[in-house]
């Protein structure tokens, strides 16, 4: 499957585990499961509140540590230098382990502006080996050039907000002209997936996959690093069965036709939304 190697040479997979609202008992077994599956690249935060159970799920799969990529994100109220390191070694805390594989900031958060301070600390914890490597969620172009011009370090990875409804086009592009990995989030479309759209059912019958594949699969041809989240062990599977097919191009550029200058999920335009 295709992968993506990064600008320190390391290599994501194809496509990740998001583990939001996954929480509890049932939230570890779930996450084992995924483990189980084959993801190796899981996608956790300080603000899903489970970072303790993705631990338990990696240290139950019996996978070995270092063949996993676990990915976390700093929220807004730590974005000052000193809150922002004393938050990823919380992280660490609660995860047990001793260094994260990729950590984001998870909001630009603009009005308070402090994210510059948050990315000179994701990069002073890179250097100290504590991150693998960083990157941000849900930065615009002037957000991300704006850390790149105060620190000469581009983000590795920029996970934005993307799906059908909503497929990016332009930031794609601004990510990819700076060497940024696009990551997808909620990249089925969560509670608005396009499973019923015309174009997603014919593409889905032609090829003999689910709706859900066809979409997990538009997001590798657009070359997007989708994360998508289930509980159920069979639609995880599904969601990581997508190499063995390909849609043709014009069924890639009427998926991407299905995006809506509303399509966001919620009110996430990250100028203006913000998370602490
Ligand atoms: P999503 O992955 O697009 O959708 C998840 C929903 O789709 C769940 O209800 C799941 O149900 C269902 N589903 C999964 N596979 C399916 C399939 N093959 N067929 C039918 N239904 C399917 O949305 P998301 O959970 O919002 O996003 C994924 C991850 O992105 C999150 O878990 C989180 O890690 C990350 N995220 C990041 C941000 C950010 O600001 N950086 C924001 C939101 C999310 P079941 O679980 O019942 O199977």
Not at 75 to 96: Q, V
Not at 214 to 236: D, E, N, Y
Not at 238 to 258: K, P, R, S
């Amino acid at each position: 499957m295709i992968t993506h190697t990064l600008a320190s040479g390391r290599q994501l997979p194809a496509v990740g585990f998001g583990t939001y609202p996954l929480s509890g008992d049932d939230g570890i077994a779930s996450i084992v499961s995924a483990i189980e599956v084959g993801y190796r690249l899981i996608d956790t935060a300080v603000n899903y509140e489970n970072e303790t159970e993705v631990g338990e799920a990696i240290r139950r799969s019996g996978v070995d540590r270092d063949d996993l990529l676990v990915c976390s994100k700093l929220p807004g109220r730590d974005h000052g230098y000193d809150d922002a390191i004393a938050s990823t070694r919380g992280s660490l805390d609660r995860l047990g382990l001793d260094h994260l594989d990729l950590h984001l900031i998870h909001w630009p958060n603009p009005s308070q502006d402090q994210y510059v301070e948050a990315w000179r600390a994701l990069v002073d914890l890179q250097r100290e080996g504590l991150v693998r490597d960083i990157g941000v969620s849900n930065f615009t172009a002037t957000h991300l050039d704006r850390i790149i011009d105060a620190t000469g370090v581009t983000p590795a990875v920029n996970q934005i907000e993307l799906h059908p409804y909503f497929p990016q086009v332009t930031m794609r592009q601004v990510n990819s002209a700076r060497g940024i990995v696009t990551e997808s989030w909620s990249p089925l479309g969560k509670k608005q997936a396009p499973f019923a759209e015309p174009v997603v059912v014919a593409a889905a019958e032609r090829l003999g996959v689910t709706p859900g594949q066809v979409i997990v699969r538009w997001q590798l041809q657009i070359g997007a690093l989708p994360i998508p989240k289930s509980g159920t062990p069979s639609r995880q599977r599904e969601n990581l069965d997508v190499d063995g097919f390909e849609l043709a191009d014009d069924e890639v550029t009427a998926i991407t036709a299905l995006g809506r200058s509303d399509g966001r999920l919620f009110d996430g335009d990250p100028d203006t939304h913000e998370e602490m």
